[in-house]
Structures are given as C-alpha cells and as structure tokens.
C-alpha cells in the first residue's frame, strides 16, 4: 500500500489517478503508524473516522471533496495528527467511533438472534428432513432430533439439562405423538419447516403454562423478573455514573469560567444565599488538580476546556443509553401485561376440560413464544451489552477521579 511519504514522491497526475477510497485507506494507515511512533495508540477505525471528519472540516483547504494533491495530503495528516495529539481530543474520537460500532437497537439484537438461532439449527434441520424413518428405531431417533430442533428453537432450556429434553418430549406427545411423523416427512421441505415451527411454538406454550401452574419448569429462567432487576440495576448505575460526570462537569466549567471572568473560584462556588453548595467526597482531590492557590493553572486552560468538550460528549452518550433503557422499561411492561393476558386466557380454556383442540390456544401460545424467545431474550442482549459500555464509561471517565482527561477508549 502507498503511503503519505510515498505520494509526495509522486506527481499530481499519478496522485490524480489513484482511487480515492484507496488513498484514504493509504492515509489512515501512515496515520496509525505516525501515531505510533509518538507513542499515541489509535485503532484503524478511529484514524478513518478523524481522517473523514478532517476531510470534511472548513479548516481543511480541500473541504470540498476535490482530488487531493501532494499539499492537500500533507495538510490533512498534520491536521490529524495534531487532533492526535490532544489527549481529550482523542478520548472524544475513541468513544465516538466505540458508540457507533457498540450501540445497537433492540430490534438489531432481536434480528441478531434470530440469524444465530437459524445458523444453529440448519445443520439439525437439514440432517431431519434428509432422513425418513424405515423401522421403530429410526422413528425414535428422527422423533428426538425433532425434540432437540424445538429446545433449540424455543430457546428454554438447554439440551444439557435432562429435566428440560423430558418435559419438552412430553409436551410434544401429547400435541404431536411420534407416529404422525411419518405424515410430516412426506410434506414438502416448506411445509415441514412451517410445521416444525407451529410446533415450536405449541410446545413452549405448554411448557411456560405448566410452570405457571407449578407442574413442572422449574429450571426455566424467569426472564421478565430478571430483566426487571437489571433494568433498575442499570438506572442506578446510570444515575450514579451521571451524578459524578455532571460534578466533573460543574468544576471545569467553574475552572473556565474563572479563568475568563478573572474571579476566585471559592467566591463563584457560592449559591445566591451566600451558603457553600455541598461538596462531593472528590471535591478537595480534583480543585486541587486543577487550581493553585493563585487561581487556575494557565498552562492548563486549553486542556481544561477540552476536558470540558469530552465530559459533555459522554453526558451525550450517557443520555443516550438512559432514554434506550427507559424505552426498554416501558416496552418490557406492555410485554410483561401481555403475557399475563395470554396465560390468563390459556386458563379460561383449558379449565374443567381434560383435552382441547390445539388450534383453541395456538394464537396465545404462539405469542407467549415470541414474547420469551425472541422480545425477551433480545432486551436480555441489549441490556448486557449496555451494562458492558456503561462500565467501559465509568472506567474511562471515573477510574481517577482526580484525573481532569477522561482515559481513552
């Protein structure tokens, strides 16, 4: 690949006739390792990301998007490197480009899980609809392969647990017994498929609605109630981590203020009242790093504002993941209030009836399977992957709290 030192080897007709999208990757590169060399460690993603941030900024002679010639290359890596080069600068770019790549949408995850969940039961599904049963024993054999398709498809309990592959066994017998099999072999590979999926659907059904009924399920997770705990755990790490960075926030805006205003920063600390506002365990630590006894450090005003920069920028993330959580809570609710309704109607049902025609429940079993399988399971994805970026925040931002520059990413 050409680096920046070899394009300016070249002239403007060679440089002229290089892709562009080669060019940018030429200049990310050389970029990464002139990082390097100062001792500055920047991924590929994060150097792309500034390279197209800088290509695009008005201080860039070539904001414009023309071809770029050996002056223009040269500026835009000393533009670059020197957004590098300020600490905070690049803990903004880190978390920018980790948020871009690390926060997803519930229905991203949902979708995610599903492709994963089809990946795993291609194989089992292929080799079931490849075989047709000849004797007793073969039929045992296609009939438990068709019980490890539905545990897998449900997503309630694993294949190692002999309590779930019983019950899930059972639950099939009594809605598909083994010598339909053969029936279900002879359809098309579509219609076994869609068969295969109502009877996923029918047989977590059962076996939700026992455990609702205390006949068996204990092994099965109770995900709403799980999610409900880690949903208030993830409000109060939020409100906790959010409460630090708005007091880091509170001393560098007073540290900048102070500086412009040309004032004390013990008398604009003061509340109209003329009473002192409640200090915070890290006040002492983080006014001593960032103030002498004559005031601010003045070496350190453009770091400080900067600081201030990046402490806004994660107040943003922050925001963001305490709006994605709340929206979680409300949606888990209306979900939740769902599945009651279908376990109730379940109940209605079946009761004083020893047997009833499966196509009288299917509609709220089907929904109380996409509910556990694929709703829940999918908030279960996205709240841990929250509580890993909201722990990547907190380590960059709180680890030291008398650092005044957030670690990078």
Do not use: W
């Amino acid at each position: 690949m050409t680096s920046v030192t070899d394009l300016n080897l070249l002239d403007s007709t060679s440089i002229s006739s290089l892709d562009a999208e080669q060019l940018l990757k030429s200049i990310v590169t050389d970029l990464v390792k002139l990082c390097s060399k100062k001792g500055i460690i920047i991924s590929k993603n994060t150097a792309a990301y500034l390279v197209n941030l800088m290509v695009k900024n008005p201080e860039f002679s070539n904001s414009q998007g023309h071809m770029l010639g050996k002056e223009e290359i040269k500026e835009l890596q000393e533009l670059c490197l020197t957004k590098c080069l300020k600490a905070c600068t690049l803990a903004t770019l880190h978390m920018q480009v980790y948020f871009s790549m690390e926060v997803v949408t519930r229905a991203q995850l949902i979708q995610e899980h599903r492709e994963s969940r089809k990946n795993l039961l291609e194989p089992i599904l292929k080799d079931f609809l490849s075989k047709y049963p000849q004797n007793p024993e073969e039929v045992e054999k296609s009939y438990n392969s068709l019980v490890t398709l539905i545990i897998l498809g449900s997503g309630i309990g694993g294949l190692t647990n002999s309590l779930a592959l019983r019950e899930t066994a059972v639950a099939l017998q009594s809605v598909f017994p083994a010598a339909e099999l053969s029936d279900l072999l002879l359809k098309s590979p579509d219609e076994q498929v869609k068969h295969i999926n109502e009877l996923t659907a029918i047989v977590s059904g059962v076996r939700l609605f026992n455990r609702d009924c205390h006949r068996g399920g204990h092994y099965i997770d109770d995900l709403p109630e799980i999610l409900s705990r880690d949903v208030e755990t993830m409000h109060g790490t939020l409100d906790t981590l959010m409460q630090k960075l708005m007091f880091k926030i509170l001393l560098l805006t007073k540290a900048v203020e102070n500086y412009f205003c040309k004032s004390k920063i013990q008398d604009s600390a003061l509340n109209v009242t003329g009473n002192t506002p409640k200090k915070s365990p890290y006040a002492s630590d983080i006014e001593g790093a960032l103030f002498t006894e004559g005031g601010l450090r003045q070496e350190q005003t453009g770091i400080i504002k900067d600081a201030l920069v990046t402490a806004r920028q994660y107040e943003f993330f922050l925001r963001s993941l305490e709006s994605q959580v709340e929206e979680v809570q409300s949606r888990m609710n209306e979900l939740k209030e769902q599945l009651r309704i279908s376990l109730a109607k379940i109940h209605n049902t079946v009761s004083f009836r020893t047997a009833i025609p499966t196509i009288e429940i299917y509609q709220d079993v089907n929904v109380m399977h996409q509910i556990i399988s694929n709703q829940f399971v999918g908030f279960g994805r996205l709240m841990h992957k929250e509580f890993r970026i909201v722990m990547t925040l907190y380590e960059s931002i709180m680890a030291d709290p008398v650092k005044i520059i957030p670690k990078s990413m």
